[in-house]
């Protein structure tokens, strides 16, 4: 008989399994990163209904868990919080699909990390909650987010003006003679991303998230093996263009 669990959860990817099944894969606060085969997707009878499976959506669910990366099965789910901006706002829709690309790319552990979960899922709440988003928004979400992932700097010692090694995840008072920097702006630009309240303006210009994008880019594809480029990031540069 199968061990149930109370988790909740956010939804990173849904894929299309045979003709009425999904594989759904779920940040989950109590194991991390779980993947579930949901059947019967669209009936009347399906445990999980379609509107569950959307990026970010934040669930609660009754599940199985049986480890060593295996496919688990849901008995019961519910909506944890419904959205009132993200769905009708293309924008925040942009940027959530953006999120859900990334934390895809970097969640990738299943094992309990509470901090981390958190760090997510009031990043979700944000982009559905703030006021006015700023365009670097899902820059700034970023850059926080590689100090749950265990390399980023120590923003303690930073200091403006710096330049921002990319090997070391460090600031600098002079760029690297040995390793990666990003210029001077870039990493002015990447300071005022990780130091980002959520509610002071967050002002980097077009060119600038440009370049921090690119370094962002760079600083993950050296530390985390596999990390690549995104797919989702024509229409959300187009969006803020």
């Known amino acids: 008989m199968s061990q149930y669990h109370h988790s909740k959860g956010i939804v990173l990817s849904s894929i299309k399994y045979g003709d009425s099944s999904r594989i759904v894969r779920v940040y989950t606060d109590g194991f991390g990163l779980l993947s579930f085969l949901v059947n019967s997707v669209g009936s009347k009878r399906a445990v999980v209904r379609s509107s569950m499976l959307l990026p970010l959506t934040l669930v609660e669910l009754v599940h199985t868990y049986k480890g060593e990366g295996k496919l688990d099965r849901i008995k019961e789910a519910k909506m944890d919080l419904t959205y009132t901006a993200i769905p009708y706002d293309p ?102 991303a990780f130091l980002w309240d959520f509610e002071s303006p967050l002002n980097i210009s077009k060119a600038g998230r440009k370049s921090l994008l690119e370094g962002l880019e760079r600083f993950m594809n050296i530390h985390l093996d596999g990390f690549g480029k995104f797919k989702s990031l024509e229409v959300l540069t187009e969006l803020f263009s």
């Not at 901090?115 to 988003?133: G, S, W």
């Open 91 to 192: 924008v925040r829709n942009a940027v959530a699909l953006f999120l859900s690309e990334l934390f895809t790319k970097t969640l990738r552990e299943e094992a309990q990390n509470v901090a981390k979960f958190e760090f997510v899922r009031a990043a979700c709440l944000a982009l559905d909650t703030l006021d006015t988003l700023p365009a670097a928004f899902h820059l700034s979400i970023w850059a926080k987010l590689t100090q749950y992932l265990g390399f980023g700097p120590n923003m303690d010692r930073s200091l403006p003006g710096q330049f921002f090694d990319l090997q070391d995840g460090a600031f600098l008072n002079e760029p690297s003679l040995l390793h990666p920097s990003l210029d001077q702006q870039t990493s002015a630009d990447l300071r005022s």
